[in-house]
Each structure stands twice: as C-alpha cells, then as structure tokens.
C-alpha cells in the first residue's frame, strides 16, 4: 500500500503486545492533526497491501490503544476507531485522526510535528508561530467541492 499525506500504515506490533510502540504512533497523530489530518491503519506492514488472513483484533484491545494515545497527546480527535475486515479474512484498525483547527497539537512531552507528504517532521520554535498563524487561516485542503460534469455545462459560455 502507498502511504501519502493522509495515509500511513503501522503495523499491529507497534500497537498491541510486549514491543507496543505507542509513542511513536503519538507523534503520528500529531502530525496528521497538524496538517489536515489522516487515517493511521493498524494492521497492514508498510510492504504489504493485506494484513495477515488470520489476524484478529479484540475491539478491548482497540480501545486500550486509543487510550493510551489520547494520554500521550495533546489537542488530537480520534474519530470513530473501527475494526474493518479485509476481503482475505484478516482484520485491521484504522484511527480517523481529525485535524487541530484552532490549536497546536503536542505530544505529552512537548513535541511538535506536521505531515509532508508521506513523513512526520519535527516543527522547529522558529516554525511554531507560523503554524500557529496557519491555524487560524482558511484550510482550503480539507475543503470538499461538487464536481459537475463538463457535459451538464455544454450550453453555457465562460465569460
């Protein structure tokens, strides 16, 4: 699967078990909440496009996980984290990360990061006032607009 500015897959180990990895996941959603937020899918390897057939994941598992995120961030939405079934039979998460509008968002210990294309950068203080100032700007990216087919406008002139 490709990641892109509002996709990033992790694996399940870096959620769940023993070598859970939950401050890295963190930063990963600040950034996206940083920039116009994005989807976290747990469950499929970074050079996969499937997760495993015989994964399962307990939704008890989930919650501890989004948990444990929302005590390691500052100003991050989840939205509505769902397990979802892949056509193979495997299951995997996705966290629904909504971006911070009004303020920034941090980690617990005070870590500021943003998605650029497919990676995570750490925001330096000479670059915090100007995403400070971003937040209050218009985000024309998360805007959604209609699509009209240029058939339905054939008699009309552009003026």
């Not at 039979?89 to 980690?107: C, D, H, W």
């Not at 100007?130 to 937040?135: I, R």
């Amino acid at each position: 699967m490709i990641e892109d500015i509002s996709k990033d897959y992790k694996s399940l180990r870096k959620a769940i078990g023993d070598k859970a990895r939950l401050r890295e996941l963190a930063e990963t959603r600040v950034c996206f909440a940083n920039a116009q937020g994005g989807n976290i899918i747990i469950g499929i390897e970074d050079a996969e496009s499937t997760p495993p057939e015989n994964q399962r994941i307990e939704q008890s598992k989930v919650n501890e996980v989004v948990k444990n995120l929302r005590g390691l961030t500052d100003g991050v939405s989840i939205v509505n984290p769902a397990i979802l079934k892949h056509e193979n039979g495997g299951e995997y998460f996705v966290l629904k990360i909504q971006p911070s509008i009004r303020m920034i968002a941090t980690t617990t210990s005070g870590k500021v990061l943003i998605r650029i294309t497919d990676n995570c950068f750490h925001v330096g203080s000479e670059d915090i006032t100007n995403l400070a100032m971003e937040k209050t700007a218009f985000q024309w990216e998360i805007v959604s607009v209609q699509h009209i087919p240029v058939s339905s406008v054939k008699n009309h002139r552009i003026v």
